[in-house]
């Protein structure tokens, strides 16, 4: 909101509502481009074309899906196990849609369910932080600028990775794969420092896809099968309260 001479509050224009949107983007941007030129490097070493793997990232716009899926394609895994398997591993962004679309009453559906299509936990993170634009005339264009600044970002840190590993050294891009591991295991660290079930949920998960690994089941299936059954498992398992989980 501005302000006028006498000190009563103007409305914010389109302008003015962009503008913060970029703004408020820029530190997801800044963390984005590292991430997406490992996985635009990561992409064409796994035998992906440019074309595809900046058309993965157009399409799918979520990291830790598409870097497992690289990994998938790097292995041979099917396409079907591909697809099962990121979509499992993005489920929660349906629980993300829904919060955003419900939290943002004052703005028209028409334009909540384009920008939902956009979430990612980043997004969701710093969009939750913004609630006053929700109430605004145009605050569909607050988080629509926020939301477009961190794919455009994601997008052309692909295409750059995938440039980048043409002329990169093969041992420099290769030691890259590193990234993937690193990435899951920095996104499981803190949940399980925080939860004894999270924990017992990923052990879990972890043992159903040894197990089927070691009865020679794809690596592809291994995943699906290990991230569908430990989840299941983790609605019995005991919360910290002691109780059983909800």
């Keep these: 909101m501005g302000a006028s001479l006498i000190g009563m509050p103007v409305p914010a224009t389109r302008l003015h509502m962009v503008r913060n949107g970029i703004v408020a983007g820029m530190p997801i941007m800044l963390g984005y481009l590292p991430v997406a030129l490992t996985y635009g490097v990561l992409a064409g070493r796994s035998g992906m074309t440019m074309v595809e793997l900046t058309l993965m990232s157009v399409l799918v716009f979520a990291g830790a899906a598409q870097f497992l899926a690289v990994g998938?394609?790097?292995?041979?895994?099917?396409?079907?196990?591909?697809?099962?398997?990121t979509f499992v591993l993005n489920f929660r962004h349906f629980i993300m849609s829904f919060s955003f679309v419900n939290r943002l009453k004052g703005i028209a559906v028409k334009a909540k369910l384009p920008m939902a299509l956009g979430l990612t936990d980043e997004t969701f993170a710093m969009s939750s932080l913004y609630k006053d634009p929700a109430d605004e005339r145009h605050g569909a264009y607050f988080y629509a600028s926020l939301i477009l600044t961190a794919y455009v970002s994601w997008v052309a840190g692909s295409f750059f990775g995938g440039v980048l590993g043409d002329v990169m050294p093969e041992?420099?891009?290769d030691s890259m794969g590193i990234a993937l591991y690193a990435m899951f295991i920095g996104l499981l660290i803190p949940s399980l420092k925080g939860s004894v079930r999270v924990a017992s949920i990923a052990g879990a998960a972890m043992l159903i896809n040894f197990i089927c690994q070691s009865f020679e089941m794809s690596e592809g299936w291994s995943i699906v099968l290990g991230t569908v059954l430990g989840g299941f498992l983790g609605i019995w398992m005991p919360d910290e309260e002691g109780g059983e989980g909800k």
């Design 72 to 85: 998938m394609v790097a292995s041979g895994t099917g396409i079907i196990e591909i697809i099962l398997a």
């Design 171 to 173: 041992r420099l891009s």
